[in-house]
C-alpha cells in the first residue's frame, strides 16, 4: 500500500506500555510510503529508548524543546509546519489532560499547540483512569475542538485490569491516518450556504422571524466539509456554532442575506439554499419603539427578494439547490419550486411535525431534481445531511460531465 506516499507524519510518544506498539506504527507507516519524524515526551523515554524510533524512521528522535531548538534545520515551529499530520500515540491520560489545558510545558504539548495541521490522539490508559470523568471531559473538549479521538480499545490491560483503554492496533491506526488522506468527494470545490431565519425589524425592539433554528443548514455545512469542500456559511441568527472550517457571514434580515450571497457567489460552484427566508419585511421600519394605542394595528409589508431565485439566475449560476418546507402536498409544491425558481435539486421536508422540519433535530426529506426523486428517511439531521450532500456530488458531477 502506498496510500501515503510523500505524506509527512509526525508521530508523538508519550508515557505508556504501549509505546512499544508504536514502533510496529512508525515501520508499518514508512512501509505505507510516508515519511515519519519521532517526538517523545520525557516519560516516553522510561518505557522505550529514542533509538529504537531513530532506526526505524531513519530520521533522529526529538525528545525536548531546547533540544529541537537547538536543530536550526528543524525548530518546534517547523517541526509543527513540516507535518501534514501529528499522530499521538499512545497518548497517556495525563497528557491529553495537558494538552486539553493547554500547557506547553516539553515540546510533544507545544507542538499540539503550534501545530495548524490536523491532530489525533490515540489514547491508551487502564480503563479506570480512561472511565474517570475527567479524562472524558478532556476527551470530549478535545474532540471539540476538532482533535481526531482514536480508541481506545477494550481488551486485557497490562496491569491485569479488563476494559477500554487499550492503544488501538498499529494496523488500525494505519487504516485511520490512511483514511485522512483519501480525497474527498468536493475537493477543491466552493460551497455557498444559506442557513437560519431572519429577521426583519418592525421597530427597534421588535422583529418578525420564523422556527428555523439552522441545525439543517449547519449539519449540511459540516457534511460539505468533511467531503473537502471550501464552505461559506451566510447565517440568520441562531444560537449554533458554526463548524471550524466554514467561513462564517453572519447576518440578520433577508437583504443582509441578499448582499452576503452576491458578494460571495462568483466564485462558487454549488448553491444551498437551505435558510428560511422572511419572505416580507416591513415597509417602514420604526425608528422608535411603537406604542400601543389602537385596538388593532396593521403593518404594510412588502415582498423581499428571492435569494435563491436571484442565484439561480445568474448567468454563470452555480448548481443550486433548494428547499422547499412544506406543510401539505410536498412533492406537488417541492416540484413547482423547482421549475419556478430554475433549480438543479430541492429537497423538500414536512413541517408541522414533532420529529422533523423546524427546531427538531431529526428531519426527513424528498429530493427532485429534473428526472429523478430520492427519500431519504428519518435521522438526524447530521446523518441527513450527508445523504443529501451524497446525493448533490452525483447530480452535480453528472451536470458538469
Ligand atoms: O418559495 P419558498 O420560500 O418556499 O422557497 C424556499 C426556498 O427558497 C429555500 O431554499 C429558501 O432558502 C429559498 N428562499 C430564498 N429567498 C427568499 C425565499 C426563499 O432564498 N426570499
Keep these: 500500500m502506498q496510500a501515503l506516499g510523500n505524506k509527512k507524519i509526525l508521530l508523538g510518544i508519550t508515557g505508556g506500555i504501549a509505546a512499544y506498539k508504536s514502533a510496529e506504527l512508525v515501520r ?10 519521532v517526538v517523545m515526551t520525557p516519560s516516553a523515554q522510561e518505557f522505550v529508548q529514542p533509538l529504537t524510533y531513530q532506526a526505524l524512521s531513519g530520521h533522529r ?18 517541526l509543527a509546519r513540516w507535518c501534514d499530520l501529528l499522530l499521538v500515540a499512545p497518548a497517556s491520560a495525563d497528557f491529553l489532560g495537558k494538552m486539553n489545558a493547554g500547557y506547553a510545558d516539553n515540546l510533544l504539548l507545544t507542538l499540539c499547540l503550534a501545530s495548524k495541521r490536523p491532530v489525533a490522539v490515540a489514547p491508551a490508559m487502564n480503563q479506570q483512569m480512561f472511565a474517570n470523568s475527567a479524562t472524558q471531559e478532556n476527551l470530549k473538549q478535545l474532540a471539540a475542538r ?14 491485569g485490569d479488563f476494559g477500554p483503554g487499550r492503544m488501538l492496533e498499529p494496523e488500525q491506526l494505519l487504516a485511520n491516518v490512511a483514511l485522512q488522506f483519501v480525497p474527498g468527494k468536493l475537493d477543491g ?31 449540511l455545512a459540516e457534511a460539505a466539509l468533511q467531503a473537502g469542500a ?18 462564517l457571514v453572519a447576518v440578520e434580515s433577508a437583504q443582509q442575506m441578499y448582499e452576503a450571497v452576491m458578494q460571495q457567489v462568483a466564485h462558487s460552484d454549488i448553491f444551498i439554499g437551505c435558510a428560511a427566508v422572511s419572505d416580507y419585511r416591513v415597509d417602514q421600519v420604526a425608528t422608535h419603539k411603537l406604542k ?28 443550486c439547490v433548494g428547499f422547499a418546507a412544506e406543510t401539505q402536498n410536498l412533492e406537488k409544491y417541492a416540484l413547482a419550486k423547482l421549475e419556478q425558481k430554475n433549480l438543479d435539486m430541492i429537497a423538500a421536508n414536512p413541517v408541522g411535525n414533532a420529529d422533523s422540519g423546524f427546531e427538531t433535530d431529526t428531519n426527513q426529506l424528498e429530493v427532485f431534481w429534473r428526472d429523478g426523486h430520492h427519500s431519504i428517511e428519518r435521522d438526524n439531521k447530521l446523518a441527513i445531511a450527508k445523504q443529501l450532500i451524497d446525493l448533490i456530488v452525483e447530480r452535480y458531477t453528472c451536470a458538469r460531465s
Design 28 to 37: 508499518l507507516l514508512i512501509k505505507a510510503g510516508a515519511e515519519v519524524r
Design 61 to 78: 528522535v526529538y525528545v525536548d524543546l531546547f533540544d529541537a531548538e537547538a536543530d536550526s534545520a528543524m525548530d518546534h515551529i517547523e
Design 292 to 319: 400601543k394605542s389602537e385596538n388593532s394595528m396593521s403593518l404594510p409589508l412588502i415582498l423581499n427578494v428571492d435569494i435563491l431565485a436571484a442565484v439561480s439566475a445568474l448567468e454563470n449560476k452555480p448548481f
Design 146 to 159: 476538532d482533535v481526531r479521538v482514536w480508541g481506545p480499545a477494550e481488551g486485557d490491560q497490562a496491569c
Design 189 to 219: 470545490v466552493q460551497l455557498l450556504l444559506t442557513a437560519g431565519p431572519t429577521r426583519e425589524a418592525i421597530d427597534p425592539v421588535r422583529y418578525i422571524s420564523n422556527r428555523s433554528s439552522g441545525k439543517m443548514g449547519y449539519a
Design 230 to 247: 471550501r464552505v461559506t456559511l451566510v447565517s440568520g441568527p441562531v444560537s449554533l456554532v458554526a463548524p471550524p472550517g466554514a467561513k
